[in-house]
């Protein structure tokens, strides 16, 4: 990027070569979500940080260059895909530390991670709300009805009263604020 006012073909092609590692072996063949590496103990405060945080640098950074219109698509998904990994994966280090892999997924884990379906949800409806952005919005759809979904199939299943209650209770909240949302900010 330094060297991108001078010469940007140059610099977008390392750009692209420095991603395609990242890709492959972090996100692809040794994430941390399921082969075996330990990434820190302290939570965020870790590798999992730098990782995702520079691999997701260079893809928000080619956005200053002219892409055609299904690159520019392909960079949002992968933004999306980035933020939902990294989002992920720092759930799983805050339950069970270092070790992603180690370990059960528990009731508190299966929970939470509806919980960050439904967060994850709402903020890429605020972002394609701000801005005008359809494949956010989609995104978010998705996240939403696949949290409806886990807390019906999955989630609903492992509790019992008050707690199927509530968490029924909170799926219900989160579905009535996104269509708020949808209503009051979209035409």
Known sequence: FAISPRTPRVAHALAAA???????????????????????AWPVANLLLPAYA???????????????????RARGWLRMALIALFAFSTLRQLIHGSILTSGYVGQAEDIARSALLIALGIGFLRYGITRAAQDWRIASLILMLAAAAKVFLSDAAGLDGLMRIASFAALGFSLIGIGWLYARYLP
Do not use: C, D, K, M
């Open 18 to 40: 420095s991603l395609a590692p990242f890709l492959w072996f972090t996100a692809g063949l040794h994430t941390p979500l399921w082969a075996e590496q330990a990434v820190g």
């Open 54 to 72: 520079l691999a997701y640098a260079i893809v928000w950074i080619a956005g200053r260059v002219a892409l055609p219109p299904l690159a520019n």
